[in-house]
């Protein structure tokens, strides 16, 4: 009756992406791309616009993250069970991968809207008997191993991906690659639209790359050069073999090495940056190219607090799918703002006092929450920077709510978060740290919504967008940040939060701002948030409207799923 097929009687984007963040028990996400992507689907799904996501099964998950004695990461694999989540589908497929054939099979996951809207998500897997052994696991680890291992998942995803979705009949109107990690997919389409002329493999007006053009959009997320996925061309011909003739591969590629980045900048017809910033960042990184930006957004129902929630039903009722509702919070009077505030914040409290063993926080005190992946650019500890300085500011008046993972193999931004733990001891109960360990969406749902402001201090321009501070803004918790990514164009001094830091200017990557925003930081922190919060109550809860009725309203993935439909699909 509820037949998968009938996902296939309608032509379909199909969403491509390494991770994909729903819901905490499917732990195939490491971070901001996956929420994303899970964001991006459900909204979709809440829309009714006829999509089919695709990802990797990632068996073993990210990683659990916990800490020794000493404060050091410690990361377990995440065990948990596809086949008690998803359902298996009937069709494989086959990839070449180091000359042998592999084969991909993939799961569904419904994603269900409460306004009946239901979206496929794939998820591939290539633990399958019949495999090898080596290649049974190149679907279990995200972000795991070496070059050659990301390769063949890449392989898996971007060709085993088109190939699966037409084994199963799925009709695709656009491929949409959420950055470059799909980016071989155009390689698969590139051969199916090749014109039927015999013995003209090798020419390349046998290869029709307009035709792929048409087809594909492309959303890059990287701001830097050296984050960009590649790979030698020496690996490529060994695990990917002879897909495309390598002339032409190199043409769309890259001379040098296979940047999946220029792959899809050539190959797609619209292409965009994740904020208007990130946009022109990328445009100078890839001149010669036109690229565009649609600023990310965050699913309004999944990321607003059950105490904001039933306050947004009674005065704004049908808010959640129509979040432009939201631009009428002055309808909700301040108390009860403020009460389901403190409902948001007793809640994260408890929990903090369940993980951490017996840790109190006092609700009372003005409490800052940073949570992000824990690497270099971010600067958790930018805070830091002038112990005494800070303990002027916030003796008995400041708490601060950390969490966050580094990635396995990323020393430095481990030993940020071992110094976040020593400042703990060194500041006591005088200002009050925590970290929380294994930030994840559910970590992230009760964190945001339960601290008063929202911490952001990257290197600019390395944010390209930055969506917890949407997750705050939505929950009325102002932001404090860097002027990066989206909170260019959703800050408004003193209305929706506040700066760190010079205005953003001429796209560079100086970090000579440093010493500026860390004494801004201290500035405002001294002379504006701390007053407004303990003596303006009615000042600060204006603040708090105003992140919700003027950044909210507008940075969700509804009105950014309209823009991706009106200004990229529909193209
Ligand atoms: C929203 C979210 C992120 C992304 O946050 P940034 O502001 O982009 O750093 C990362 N991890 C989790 C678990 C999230 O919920």
Redesign the pocket.
């Given at each position: 009756m509820n037949d998968w097929r009938r996902f296939t009687d309608t032509e379909r984007i199909a969403y491509f992406s390494m991770e994909i963040?729903l819901t905490t028990e499917i732990p195939t996400?490491?971070?901001?791309l996956g929420?994303?992507a899970g964001d991006t689907i459900k909204s979709a799904a809440d829309m009714k616009l006829p999509m089919v996501a695709v990802t990797l099964l990632s068996r073993k998950g990210y990683f659990k993250q916990s800490f020794s004695k000493e404060g050091w990461q410690i990361e377990e694999p995440v065990q948990w069970d596809p086949e008690k989540m998803l359902e298996l589908l009937p069709g494989k497929t086959l990839v070449t991968i180091e000359q042998r054939d592999v084969k991909v099979q993939a799961w569904l996951y419904r994603v269900k809207s409460p306004t009946s809207g239901e979206l496929p998500v794939l998820f591939l897997d290539t633990d399958i008997p019949g495999n090898l052994p080596e290649d049974r696991k190149i679907t279990d680890h995200l972000y795991g191993g070496d070059r050659a291992y990301r390769l063949k998942q890449e392989i898996v995803l971007g060709i085993g991906g088109a190939r699966l979705l037409r084994v199963l009949g799925f009709q695709i109107r656009k491929y949409h690659l959420n950055e470059g990690h799909a980016s071989l997919l155009t390689l698969e389409l590139l051969n199916r639209h090749r014109r039927p002329v015999e013995d003209t493999w090798d020419e390349r007006a046998s290869w029709d790359t307009h035709k792929v053009q048409e087809k594909c959009v492309f959303t890059t997320h990287t701001p830097v050069e050296a984050g960009h996925d590649r790979f030698d061309y020496d690996l490529v011909e060994k695990v990917l073999g002879p897909i495309i003739p390598y002339p032409l591969l190199k043409e769309l590629g890259g001379q040098n090495e296979l940047n999946m980045t220029m792959l899809a900048l050539n190959l797609s017809h619209y292409v965009n940056g994740v904020a208007k910033k990130h946009g022109e960042v990328s445009q100078a990184l890839f001149p010669g190219f036109e690229i565009h930006s649609i600023t990310n957004g965050?699913h309004p129902f999944t990321w607003t607090s059950p105490y904001l929630m039933s306050l947004f039903d009674s005065y704004l009722p049908g808010w959640a799918n129509e979040p432009e509702l939201l631009v009428r919070i002055d309808l909700i009077p301040d108390e009860e703002l403020w009460e389901a505030h403190l409902g948001a914040k007793a809640y994260l409290f408890q929990y903090i006092n369940e993980v951490l063993d017996g840790v109190q926080l006092d609700p009372d005190i003005l409490t800052i929450g940073f949570?992000?992946?824990a690497t270099a650019y971010?600067r958790a500890n930018m805070i830091f920077t002038d112990p005494e300085k800070l303990l002027e500011i916030g003796d008995g008046k400041i708490q601060l709510v950390y969490a966050g993972k580094a990635h396995p193999n990323d020393d430095h931004g481990k030993r940020m978060i071992q110094e976040i733990r020593e400042q703990a001891s060194f500041f006591g109960d005088r200002l009050k740290i925590v970290y929380l360990p294994n930030?994840?969406?559910d970590?992230?749902?009760r964190l945001?919504p339960g601290v008063d402001i929202w911490l952001?201090n990257p290197l600019r321009p390395l944010?390209a967008?930055?969506?917890?501070?949407m997750?705050a803004a939505l929950n009325g918790v102002p932001n404090f940040s860097v002027l990066d990514g989206w909170w260019i164009e959703g800050h408004i001094e003193n209305v929706t939060g506040w700066s760190i830091g010079p205005p953003p200017t001429e796209v560079s990557t100086d970090v000579s701002t440093s010493d500026e925003d860390v004494r801004d930081l201290y500035k405002k922190l001294e002379e504006v948030i701390v007053p407004l919060y303990y003596q303006d109550k009615k000042g600060w809860i204006q603040v708090m409207k105003s992140a919700i009725g003027k950044n909210a309203y507008y940075f969700n993935t509804h009105v950014m799923m309209r823009r991706y439909v009106t200004e990229a699909y529909l193209r």
């Open positions: 963040g996400y490491s971070g901001g929420v994303l965050v949570a992000r992946r971010k930030y994840n969406i970590v992230a749902s945001i952001n944010e967008s930055g969506t917890s501070g997750k």
